[in-house]
């Protein structure tokens, strides 16, 4: 059971008169703010609300500014409590959203990001904060989620090694989140993704990041502002209601039976893209000498695996920039008590039974990696090698658990973790 399209998305709200949000991410401040101005040409009652990050790290203060088509209406500078982003995003963000859509009725917002955000932690608190005592979305609807990519920095964000305090991007001393996994999620959450050029002509270089940002995030619309009028742009962008928020979280959408990424092996411009899935777990010795191997060849990386030492754990994987992160999942459902699967999400239950076997249930490796001059070949090779033999498999699942394992202590699960 796979599906690629956001479950929700495109359903209309045409008697939802609250306000609606736009999220506006994107690494190039730049290129998110042009594209915030040209919406505002398109249409000069949005409110376009931002805040300046600069002197966050310095002296703890923070600039807001909310802007429509005549000018600026607030520019306000203040201290949040916490010197840090998400305190930002609670104490100020949603208040003024709130704020705005009391005193300004039926004029959407767009809210442009500062490059170190992550769009889904700004969906998050919208959904569970409250507001004066209220929930935020009393007060408005996230309409979409749009990231924004240059496409002259973009590749090398997404290939480079960085973190973010390299950049002088960090929202926090403590953040050491790497360039390469925010570019990802950024794209990777977006309901659209904006390829944006300064320049009057496509060039090959631009016709690769396009069909690379399409590998990255396939669930999404895409579009390119070459050629769009301000018009045009609007009308794609504005009121498109393809924000979905039962979309599920990235990482666990194999889980749910959603696909995580497609199989591209054939090059598009350089850009390939391969889907790993089988029933046979991987060793965890031979796992571990392969991950360099695999990040290394690969630009992106995601999905959940299962590892034969540790044999109730759903372990996802993620890499960019060279490096990889896995942690758990939960148990697999196969793993879980009985009175646990009440607790798992009625699309998991569907996507489990679809994909079940007597012997190991919903236990499978579901990995998608997408790259620029990947070797897929390789890359499978390397994960084949990484897999148990015929001879293992029949020794079955209690000798697995005497495998030396580098991943030990990793993973851990309690009695209440179901994936």
Known sequence: MTY?????????????LRPAVTLLAGLNPVATRDVADNLLQADPTLLVVEHE??????????????????????DEKFA???PCLSCTLREDLLPTLVRLAKTHPRRDLVVALPAAVEPEAVAAVCTWCLVDGKPVTDSVRLDSVVTVCDSASIALSLESPDDLADRGINAADNDHRALAD???????????????????????????????????????????TYGLTPAALASE?????????TTPDLIGRGLEGFGVGVNEPVAD??????VFRTRRPF???????????????????????????????????ESAGGGVS?????????????????????????????NWTPEWGDRENHLAFIGVGMDVEHIHRLLSYSLLTDEEIAAGAKAWESYEDPFAGCFPLTDEDVA
Not at 212 to 219: A, D, G, K, S
Not at 237 to 245: D, P, T
């Open 283 to 317: 060793h965890p010795q031979r796992l571990h000498e392969s991950l360099d191997g695999i990040a290394s060849i690969s630009l992106r990386g995601r999905g959940h695996l299962w590892i034969a030492s540790q044999h109730s754990t759903a372990v996802a994987w």
């Open 237 to 245: 962008l504005l009121r498109s209601e393809r924000y979905a928020e």
């Open 269 to 274: 411009c350089g850009v390939t893209a391969t």
């Open 326 to 354: 896995m942690g758990s999942l939960g148990k697999w459902m196969a793993a879980a008590e009985d009175a646990d699967w009440d607790d798992i999400s009625p699309q998991r239950h569907v996507a489990a039974s679809l």
């Open 53 to 74: 990050l600069t002197e966050l790290l310095v002296n703890g203060t923070v600039i807001r500014t909310v802007r429509d088509g005549n000018g600026v209406l607030e």
């Open 80 to 82: 949040p409590d916490h």
């Open 182 to 224: 925010v570019a990802c999620r950024q794209i990777e959450y977006a309901d659209t993704v904006v390829l944006w050029t300064a320049g009057t002509d496509i060039t090959f270089d631009d016709a690769r990041v396009s069909v690379l940002l399409q590998r990255l995030n396939p669930w999404a619309a895409h579009l390119h």
């Open 4 to 16: 690629l399209s956001a479950p929700g998305a495109g359903t209309t709200r045409r008697d939802d």
